[in-house]
């Protein structure tokens, strides 16, 4: 989309990710909208969306050079999401435009009470990337390989991150049927509770992040919202709380710990670090109306670690 | 908001509108969104509102040049709203961005079956116009007002029109407070369903546009929908029909009635000509999705009459 400066051509990504992207438009409403009358709505964003791109704003927030690649509509939406991606400062070279399509768009409904959220998708005309948009240069230089879904696209990167030695960071969200195909390739594994319920239903957090360490993750973890998260790395598996916090709105609070935890990865912190850092990041995030809003920048997780202090933690086996 | 070019600066508008602009997000839904789970939504459009700025993009479409005077937020909403008039070529150079404040912004829910529409609107921030935001200089030239509020800039700008021998033309829609000290400076009032009911409730189409006529206006009209529409010259009060046709979309059909009927007031036609080619614009914007998608140049609305006929009329007295 937008040409490369010169210091983006000399400098590769250190973080590469691929996925869906989307425009929300967020409502925050007393009442559920109907087709008559005039309501009023208490807050209203328009914002881009989406597992990868959000993550991916989230370490440009902290400081880390970053590409996406993804496709979206020849329409005022996909213009937007790049321009926005751009905006962060996220290299957005290889986001491709596809003539005559169009944009994903999702309406947010958020309850103004309880922060409950509902979705309304219009869905993308555009294709979905396939294995043949990828060229081994759009990931050269990158430390971190970032995909949000189990598909041959991703099975592509996923093998040329390995060959190159790039460390492969999975958000576990749809596609089921390639898992086995894709899971190999991955190092490390983050998950979600709709991500199980369709995977391993019934299963247990444990159960959870052995399995995904047995494709040979070596870090496998498993999100648990308000609850915390589990970690599975060698042959201990941990369980951590989360920060509670007043939350505006909880939208992107995945994507910004899995942003965070990938800056963590970067860093070569211990994982009791990477994980404190990252669910700061996301209680940070939730102070804000929509995924992005209130991503913070390195000094405000810096600063909230520093009050808030660590995790409570307890060893799972 | 945009420098007026050479030309415009030297060519004045021969339309300047005062009046409230939104921008509307149109989701057509086969069911209400609820504050759970993921639904889909058969199309949406992202395009800017307001009766009076719409009515202006069907005069810009038509060929007349004309020129919109209101108020924005210093928000992404209020800067499209301001690239989108240009980009008809409405002139946008009186339009006023309020540093600090949000723009208005509706979310237009439309029922994929029956077409029926909810708004759900998040209120401006920004002040209304007020008097002492009008200019004298911002009105030169033209040879039309149009107006959407009985408010007090509405009334300042009549009242200058008036006496600069402009012809002022009323959308009635909102305010009824200041409506006996408005209406004396009013040629061409226009009003629907929604007016009628709050000033007049009961009354018949003849008693409404006879009281019209009575403030001094030389021509009355009340809009009646897919019903038609009655209009009161002199002494004669006259009935038309409506052009039937397979709607996609009803938002701004009323717009779209009153760009056309000051189109026809430029033209010096006879008032039945006038309310033809009006209800043909009105009609024609009913086949695209939103309020301006669909609005016609101006040999589709003459293709249109010269297959549609004149309209059926009836006089009422």
Redesign the interface.
Known sequence: MAEPTDREACTPPQVVGLGLCTVD?V?V?PE?????????????L?QGGGPVPTALVALARLGIRTRFIGRVGDD??GRFIGEELAAEGVDTSRLMIEPGSQSR?A?V???TQ?G????????ETCQPLLPTDLQPDDLAGARIVHLDDADPVSIQAARWARQAGQTVVFDGTWNHELLDEFLPWVDVPIVSEPFVAAWMPGATPQEVVRRLRGYGAHTAVYTLGSQGCVVATDDTITGFGAYALEAVDTTGAGDAFHGAFIYGLLQGWPITRIVDFAAATAALNCRGLGGRTALPHLAQVEAFLGQAGSLARYTLA
Do not use: C, I
């Not at 559920?32 to 209203?44: C, E, K, Q």
């Not at 409950?116 to 869905?123: L, V, Y």
């Open positions: 438009m409502f409403v559920a909208p109907r087709f008559s009358g005039l309501m009023h709505a208490d807050a209203y328009r005022p939406d768009v309406l409904l958020v309850e309880t409950e959220r509902g979705f309304t998708a219009r869905e």
